[in-house]
């Protein structure tokens, strides 16, 4: 086995979202969208090639499992820059299962992060983020740190991820794990059902405002403004898969109660703000000095959930 090379990214959640597909093959998307990173989880991640495997490889949380998705990954490398042989790579999800966020944004940062190192290719973050765009849209944001914009672009070259603020504006995220009961829908299906709803291309036109606007309140740290965007869009693109015709829902009951509860502390004086992405649970976004009491409102009417707390996280480190 030839030298490791390690790298850590850590996972982002969207505050403008990412839901909908111009190009399903290169992960175009519709629209822009804007993420703050997390300090909380990450996925560690080593590649190394592998002179005695068939194959690549993927041991995942110790395990080893289908490399499918990871295979057709590395196959976007050897067609694009050179053919190269079968590559072990070995990753951790530091994501709690109960927190139940998606890790493919840390996963497919932190694989793209080591494998340019290990290919040698001295790519710019820029174009580090195109690659991790093609394993999975919402990693290219993943590359770096607090506040990432991902422009929609019209092309491969052009569909890319940014920094858009590196600083940390004391927003924090309490993650709440409410047990899926619904049946799971992958975002890739997720998002091409909700194309076809009647309100996509509204959707799609609010999107452009709220980004401009998400923009200017991050920049004045208005932690309200951040919030009620968020919310809006977050709410609106969950409402695009009840209109479409195979309406679905990624929302419980549970989901549902956890939105009002956040809604009644908003009305009650609290900055308390949701969004929701593929599933059920609700990452629910205050500032860092109302942090503690909203937690433990939430704990009290809701002592059967786990809450996480997370704040803005660092970009992508690679070790040589
Ligand atoms: O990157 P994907 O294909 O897993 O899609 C992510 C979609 C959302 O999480 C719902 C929104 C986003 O922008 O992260």
């Not at 405002?209 to 923009?215: G, R």
């Not at 059920?280 to 976004?285: A, F, L, Q, T």
């Given at each position: 086995m030839s030298e490791h090379i390690t790298a850590t990214a850590h996972t982002n959640i969207a505050l403008i979202k990412y839901w909908g597909k111009e190009n399903a093959d290169l992960n175009l998307p519709t629209t822009s969208s804007l993420s703050m990173t997390l300090d909380k989880f990450y996925t560690r991640t080593s590649v190394a090639f592998d002179h005695q495997a068939f194959e690549d490889r993927l041991i995942l949380n110790e395990v080893e499992v289908d490399p499918g998705r990871v295979h057709k990954f590395l196959n976007i490398f050897r067609t694009e820059i050179a053919d190269f042989g079968p590559v072990r790579v070995t990753s951790t999800n530091y994501v709690p299962t109960a927190a139940g966020l998606a890790s493919s944004a840390s996963s497919f940062a932190a694989l793209t992060g080591a494998m340019s190192s290990l290919l040698k290719l001295d790519l710019l973050p820029s174009q580090m983020t195109r690659y991790a765009r093609r394993g999975s849209g919402s990693a290219s944001r993943s590359i770096f740190g607090n506040f990432a914009i991902w422009n929609k672009g019209e092309d491969d070259e052009t569909s890319y991820a940014e920094s858009f603020l590196n600083e940390d504006?004391?927003?924090s995220m309490i993650v709440a794990e409410v047990s899926a009961e619904s049946k799971k829908m992958s975002s890739t299906k997720g998002?091409?059902?909700a194309q076809l709803s009647p309100d996509y291309a509204g959707w799609?036109?609010?999107s452009a405002?709220?980004?401009?606007?998400?923009?200017g309140a991050l920049l004045r740290s208005d932690i309200e403004q951040v919030g009620l965007i968020a919310q809006d869009n977050s709410l609106a693109m969950h409402a695009l898969n009840r209109t479409c015709p195979e309406p679905f829902d990624y929302f419980t009951d549970k989901t549902r109660e956890l939105i009002a509860f956040v809604e009644d502390c908003y009305k009650a004086g609290l900055l308390a703000f949701v969004t929701i992405d593929a599933g059920?649970?609700?990452?629910?976004?205050t500032s860092r000095s109302q942090e503690s009491s909203l937690l433990a409102r939430l704990k009290d009417n809701f002592p059967e959930?786990?809450?996480?707390?997370?704040?803005?996280?660092?970009?992508i480190q690679i070790e040589a």
């Open positions: 504006i004391g927003l998002m091409q059902l799609v036109a609010h405002q709220q980004l401009e606007d998400m923009k059920p649970n609700v990452k629910i976004i959930l786990q809450f996480d707390v997370a704040h803005a996280g660092p970009g």
